[in-house]
């Protein structure tokens, strides 16, 4: 486990990652449960992938056309910590109801 910028590119993609797995599972397991079970909501997380995951790999391929080195990074990162606070919320809210 490192510190340096790409260990923290990595830990954010794999936060991103992780919370989305849990809040399919968390989404799977409670409509299984309660006998109302559509596969439509699978859509739902693909949809995701093509919104969220897709740009923030885009803005890793380029990094090495910023002439600044520093605007990409920090808008990853703010991406990052918005799409990981989106899933916590939605793993809350699904888990209280």
Sequence with gaps: MG???SDWMLYTM???YGLMILNFLIAFFQS???GKFDPAFVLEYLKDIVYIVLPLNLLISMFSIDP???I???FY???GIAVV???????KN????
């Design 3 to 5: 510190f340096t910028l």
């Design 14 to 16: 794999w936060a991103v």
């Design 32 to 34: 299984f449960w309660a």
């Design 68 to 70: 600044t080195g520093w």
């Design 72 to 74: 990409l990074i920090t």
């Design 77 to 79: 990162f703010i991406s």
């Design 85 to 91: 606070l989106k899933y916590l919320l939605d793993i």
């Design 94 to 97: 699904k888990l209280i109801k």
